[in-house]
């Protein structure tokens, strides 16, 4: 099969999937999305993807409709049809066609679109331990509900667009009186010079990244101190090892951010210890789903 659509429950190929010109996601950007990776045919951390598309469809006042079970099973005939192993799937949630008006219509009949695509292979910046990737900051021009994985992404495209511009690998957010929020499409994460690890913390100001409480997990179990706490200038300049998290960019060690060199120029210990740490942690987590996928075909038997 070649990429792969869902579009309201019908599964087709991706090139045949067409929406409404009057469709809200395309008029307003009125709708909330999803990114997933696929690792091995299996959907990564599906459920926690499920449960922070449902909050924000509430958030928007489009309650998540079918419930994330019905996702589930969309998601995953699409990932069989498309026989990929190594994938990303986009999964959209829009108020659907509607003449346009900005009021919500009376009877929203939402548009649901579940895709799937193969996923090259990750950059090495994100997985060579010897590299790292630049970052440049730039002035955080978005709203105040950051944590509302919403279809408007312009202030995220127009940053990720000039970090490219300028050689970087993302842009990193810098809100006045608040400090670093996250990347275009990461979280950021810094390593104190006493070894404790600071992100900054859920709210409005970011989006809480699937990935960033993942890393969070895996470091506390290893016996890191995490802090969520704002994430000034100064503390970043003063901060040992940096690094990004993010569905498919996983753990991106920063090695330089705007002009300044970090650390030596290289991935740092931490950063280092945690991508190992990560990795073995999706394997983990990867190998009991699919014990547990051969332990349901043998009861089946
Ligand atoms: N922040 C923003 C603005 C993003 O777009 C993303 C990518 N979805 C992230 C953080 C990282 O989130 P996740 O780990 O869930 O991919």
């Known amino acids: 099969m070649p990429n792969i659509a869902v579009l309201n429950g019908r599964l087709m190929p991706l090139s045949r999937a067409m929406v409404s010109v009057e469709d809200r996601g395309y008029t307003f950007g009125d709708g909330v999305y999803e990114v997933v990776r696929v690792y091995r045919g299996a959907p990564f951390l599906l459920r926690e993807h499920l449960e922070r598309f449902t909050r924000s469809a509430e958030a928007i006042g489009l309650p998540l409709t079918p419930p994330p079970a019905g996702w589930e099973r969309w998601v995953k005939q699409a990932i069989t049809a498309s026989r990929y192993d190594e994938a990303k799937i986009y999964f959209s949630f829009t108020r659907g066609v509607a003449p346009r008006e900005h009021a919500f219509p009376v009877s929203p009949k939402p548009t649901r679109l579940i895709t799937v695509r193969p996923l090259a292979p990750p950059s090495p910046a994100s997985h060579d331990p010897h590299r790292g990737v630049r970052v440049v900051t730039m002035p955080d021009l978005r709203w105040g509900r950051c944590d509302i994985k919403s279809l408007n992404l312009l202030p995220n495209i127009l940053a990720k667009q000039a970090a490219k511009q300028r050689g970087a690998f993302e ?23 006493d070894g404790t690890v600071r992100t900054p913390p859920a709210g409005p100001t970011i989006l809480t990244g699937v990935t960033r409480e993942a890393v969070i997990a895996v470091a506390r179990r290893g016996g890191v101190t995490v802090v969520e706490a704002p994430l000034d200038l100064d ?60 332990a349901v075909r043998s009861r089946r038997r």
């Open 171 to 193: 842009a990193v957010l810098v809100r006045p009186g608040v400090g670093v929020t996250e990347g275009a499409s990461s979280n950021v994460f810094a390593v104190l010079r």
């Open 235 to 294: 503390t970043v300049g003063a901060a040992a090892e940096l690094f990004l998290t993010g569905t498919l960019t996983e753990i991106a060690p920063i090695t330089r951010w705007d002009d300044r060199v970090v650390g030596d120029g290289r991935p740092g210990p931490v950063t280092r210890r945690l991508m190992e740490q990560f990795l073995a942690w999706i394997e983990a987590r990867l190998a009991a789903v699919s014990s547990g996928r051969s």
